[in-house]
C-alpha cells in the first residue's frame, strides 16, 4: 500500500510587506527597547535555514516584532510556531499572520523572562535526553540587553533539564551582539576566552553560524550580530551544580589578565586563602601560572570537582563571599 503521509507544504499566502506592516500598524522601533527590524525575507529565510529542519517541527520564536523571522519559519513547513511578544503595538499585525496560517501561529503577548513554554507544545514530543533533540526549536532576535541574561538562564535549565529543556535537547538558533557571539564560542587561549565561553561549552555545542552586517537592520545598531546555534550535550561536560561551576568561573574571570590562581584564591576565606587556593590547585593539577584565557574546560571540569570536595568537608565554604568579608572588614574599621 502507498505511504499516506501527506507532505507539509504550507506557504503563507500574499501579504503586505514587513516595510508596510510597519506603516499600517505605526510600529516605529523604539530605541530605549533596543528594537532592531529584519525586513529582508531572503536575511530571514537564510536566519531560518541555519536553524536546521524545521519540518514538522514545533518551534518558539522569542521577540517576533513585525514578524519576518516569523514568516519564514511559517514558510519552513513547521507544525507550530508560538510566538512571545512583549510589545502590545506588534500583537495585531501578528494576529493577521496568523489569520493567514490557520492553526499554524499561536501569539502570546507576554515576557520571555517569565514565560513559561514547558506545558505549551504535547508532551508525546518529549525526547530522553541521551537520544536525538526532539523536534522543538527556539528562535528569536532579540534586544542584546535581553539575549545575554536570557542565555544564561537558559543554561541553567539545560543543566537542570528544565523549562524549554524539558522536552529533551530543545536547540536554539540565538542573535547576539557579533562580539558576544565571539565570547560564547571562544576556544581556549583566544582573547575572547571569557566566562561565557566556559558556561555555553560545558553545556553545549556551540556554533557561530552567521554574522549579519549591522545594515541589514532598521535602524541600524552599532555593532554586526552573531547568530549562534547550541545544541545541549548528552553528557555535560563539567557534572557539577550549575551555581558552582558559575561561581568558579566567575571568581577566575574577574583577574582576566593575572594567573588563574589570583582569582581563584577568592573562592576562600582570607585565612586559609594562600593554603586552600594551593590544595585546590595541586589536586586538580592546574599550573597556578596559566591566564584564565588559557584554561581549557576540562581544567575548569578539574577545579570544580576538587572545589565540589572541599564544599563538601566545609559546609560553610559555598556560602563564602569574598565581597561581603570585604564590607564586614570596612563596616568594622568605621
Ligand atoms: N524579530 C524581529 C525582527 O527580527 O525583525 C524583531 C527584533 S527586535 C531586535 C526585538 C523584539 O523583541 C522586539 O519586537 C521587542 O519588542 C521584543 N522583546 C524585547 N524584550 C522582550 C521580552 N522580554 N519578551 C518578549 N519580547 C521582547
Not at 149 to 156: F, G, M, R, S, T
Request: overall charge positive; some cysteine.
Amino acid at each position: 500500500m502507498a505511504a499516506t503521509r501527506t507532505l507539509n507544504t504550507f506557504r503563507l499566502p500574499p501579504l503586505p510587506t514587513i516595510r508596510e506592516i510597519i506603516k499600517l500598524f505605526k510600529l516605529k522601533a523604539v530605541k530605549q527597547l533596543s528594537q532592531n527590524f529584519l525586513l529582508d525575507l531572503r536575511l530571514t529565510d537564510k536566519i531560518v535555514r541555519k536553524a536546521g529542519n524545521l519540518t514538522d517541527a514545533y518551534v518558539y520564536e522569542v521577540g517576533p516584532g513585525p514578524g519576518g523571522i516569523t514568516r519564514s519559519i511559517l514558510n519552513a513547513s513547521v507544525t507550530e510556531l508560538l510566538v512571545v511578544e512583549k510589545d502590545s503595538r506588534f500583537i495585531p499585525g501578528l494576529q493577521m499572520l496568523s489569520d493567514a496560517a490557520p492553526g499554524k501561529l499561536r501569539v502570546v503577548h507576554g515576557d520571555v523572562l517569565t514565560f513559561k513554554v514547558e506545558r505549551v507544545f504535547p508532551q508525546s514530543l518529549k525526547r530522553r535526553w541521551e537520544d536525538d533533540p526532539p523536534n522543538v526549536h527556539i528562535i528569536g532576535n532579540l534586544p542584546f540587553n535581553v539575549s545575554t541574561p536570557l542565555i544564561i538562564k537558559w543554561l541553567e535549565n539545560v543543566s537542570l533539564r528544565n523549562g524549554p529543556f524539558a522536552y529533551g535537547r530543545t536547540q536554539m538558533t540565538l542573535t547576539f551582539q557579533k562580539e558576544v557571539a565571539e565570547r560564547l564560542t571562544a576556544t581556549t587561549g583566544s582573547k575572547q576566552r571569557s566566562r561565557l565561553s566556559i558556561m555555553a561549552q560545558y553545556l553545549c555545542d556551540v556554533q557561530h553560524i552567521l554574522t549579519i552586517p549591522g545594515r541589514a537592520f532598521i535602524p541600524k545598531p552599532e555593532v554586526d550580530v552573531g547568530l549562534v546555534h547550541f545544541t545541549p550535550l548528552t553528557r555535560p561536560r563539567i557534572e557539577q551544580p550549575f551555581k558552582l561551576v558559575e561561581k568558579v568561573v566567575q571568581n577566575v574571570f574577574q583577574f582576566r589578565r593575572k594567573y588563574c590562581h589570583r582569582g581563584l584564591r577568592m573562592l576562600f576565606p582570607e585565612a586559609q586563602r594562600l593554603e586552600s587556593t594551593g590544595k585546590l590547585l595541586q589536586l586538580a593539577d592546574v599550573d597556578p601560572t596559566l591566564r584564565p584565557i588559557q584554561l581549557s574546560v576540562s581544567h575548569f571540569k578539574s577545579l570544580c570537582d576538587v572545589y565540589r570536595k572541599m564544599c563538601d568537608d566545609d559546609p560553610h565554604l559555598f556560602a563564602y563571599n569574598f565581597r561581603e568579608e570585604l564590607k564586614q572588614k570596612s563596616e568594622n574599621k568605621r
